[in-house]
């Protein structure tokens, strides 16, 4: 009796989970019913997608070929008929001693401005939040995010202009009895050259982003800290900064997907060949082989490597986001 019990309480929830899987099954069918007007309006949006980002991967066989452009009478002809090399590209490209520096300086300013420029837009949205002045903070606002419309032609002859031989910050060197200094021809000066422009631009446009984060705060947290006696450093390090961590915690993820980048626009306009030690990156070495000197193939095979690295550090630091904070993009 007691196994005919089982058996029979063993079908049950058998039937049970039968019925729960049709009951989904129907009410996922309903909802894409609803829903299928909505989805029809995505159809543009992956033809999109699929036209200017998917079918431009084909190229990136170019890195395993020694590509001719001449070889077919159209580019995806000629990747065809290039012949493959394998690997020989790659072994080619890692024995320059040029590509190597550039990998290197693309960490080393990428690090720089994620350690110093990164908390800059917290901390200056921190500060404007504290304003009570409601006209002074809008004004604030946006002096301060205006930069981030300027292109970094502007913003290179801007600063050329403040930190040349003959600039206003030269000028008082001068006056002060030091040396001219060649921010920009100097390899010890020209990385903090990088960072100070990236500061000054992008740093406003980070902080909207943390004050939007900040108003979604519930005002009842800090009513309850005022009431516990709290002031406004610990109000900042209490209620402030744990409200917005989520948002720290994906801008920061954001960032080490564009760490293999390091500011190409604005290294392209800043930099010359004096500097090519400490400012060249990946990204001008690829316009300079690739483009300046029509050398598809290693182009092609550092670009590949470039975006490998830009995911791996994206989904590492999803991970580790996600075990230490419990807080992640997905």
């Known amino acids: 009796m007691a196994q005919q019990s089982l058996t029979s309480g063993s079908l049950s929830a058998n039937e049970a989970k039968q019925i729960a899987k049709l009951n989904r ?11 299928l007007s909505l989805y029809w309006l995505l159809i543009p949006g992956l033809i999109l997608i699929l036209i200017f980002h998917y079918t431009p991967m084909y190229g990136l066989v170019i890195g395993f070929k020694k590509y001719n452009i001449f070889a077919g009478a159209n580019p995806f002809d000629a990747i065809a008929k290039s012949p493959w090399v394998g690997l020989a590209n790659w072994s080619k490209l890692w024995v320059q001693s040029k590509f190597r520096q550039a ?8 690090a720089m401005k994620i350690v110093i420029g990164f908390p800059i837009p917290i901390i200056l949205a921190l500060m404007i939040n504290e304003v009570r002045n409601t006209a002074l903070k809008r004004t604030l606002q946006t002096v301060m995010y205006l930069p981030h419309f300027m292109s970094w032609v502007v913003v290179g002859a801007l600063f050329m202009n403040i930190l040349g031989t003959t600039g206003i910050v030269n000028a008082i060197i001068v006056a002060c009895g030091g040396e001219v200094q060649k921010f920009f021809m100097d390899n010890n000066w020209f990385r903090w050259v990088l960072l100070l422009t990236s500061v000054w631009k992008e740093s406003g446009w980070g902080t909207i982003v943390y004050l939007a984060a900040i108003t979604s705060i519930d005002p009842a947290l800090y009513e309850a800290a005022r009431i516990d006696r709290a002031n406004r450093l610990q109000l900042i390090w209490h209620v402030t900064l ?8 994906m801008m920061l993820i954001l960032r080490l997907g564009g760490i ?4 190409f626009s604005q290294i392209l306009v800043m930099y010359n060949s004096t500097v090519y030690k400490s400012g060249d990156i990946i990204g001008t070495y690829v316009y300079r082989e690739g483009l300046g000197k029509l050398n598809w193939s290693q182009g092609t095979l550092v670009g590949m490597f470039n975006s490998i690295i830009n995911m791996v550090l994206v989904l590492s630091g ?8 419990e807080r992640s993009i997905w």
Do not use: Q
Request: charged letters at 25%.
């Open 260 to 263: 293999m980048d390091a500011g």
């Open 25 to 35: 099954k129907k009410s996922d069918r309903s909802r894409l019913r609803r829903s």
């Open 103 to 110: 990998v290197a300086n693309t960490f080393i300013i990428s």
């Open 318 to 325: 999803n991970i580790i986001s996600r075990k230490l904070t």
């Open 242 to 249: 744990p409200g917005i961590a989520g948002t720290v915690v």
